[in-house]
């Protein structure tokens, strides 16, 4: 009969034997984990063609995005996503916009898309909201 201390060692490596990783179909080829999906926010054609189709998806733009420019697109992207009328874009707005504009499908979720959240708030936790001012 084995020692007490190499039953405890061999019941402890035959579970972590059984969990390392195998060559086979349940891996994704590294090729597949490079195809990412295109950066909208970067310079370019391409992504400035990205920002407007999305743009010209949305059913309250009263503007044609593909007469604007880059940096007219972005400020008209960023004024829509200002829920708060603040003039700047707090956390969850900024959240908001870069999850409309990378994920057009999630953008419908009501975690996604929160309105205007000060009138959800009492005084209380209005005052403690922090405010970044941009240096």
């Given amino acids: 009969m ?3 201390m190499m039953r405890v060692v061999i019941l402890l ?3 972590a034997g059984q969990a390392a990783p ?3 179909v349940t891996r994704p080829d590294s090729e597949m984990q490079h195809q990412l999906l295109p950066n909208p926010f970067q310079p370019g054609r391409e992504q400035l063609g990205l920002l407007q189709s999305y743009l010209k998806g949305l059913e309250r733009t009263d503007v044609q995005p593909e007469h604007l420019s880059r940096e007219q697109v972005l400020l008209y992207l960023f004024a829509l996503h200002d ?3 603040s003039g700047q874009l707090d956390g969850l707005e900024l959240l908001s916009m870069l999850t409309a504009a990378l994920a ?3 953008a419908d979720s009501p975690t996604t898309n929160p309105g205007n959240l000060d009138a959800r708030l009492d005084g209380g936790e209005k005052a ?3 405010q970044c001012q941009p240096p």
């Fill in 83 to 85: 829920y708060d009328q």
């Fill in 22 to 24: 195998k060559d086979g």
């Fill in 13 to 15: 490596l035959l579970p």
């Fill in 128 to 130: 403690m909201q922090p």
């Fill in 104 to 106: 057009p499908g999630a």
């Fill in 2 to 4: 084995l020692p007490l």
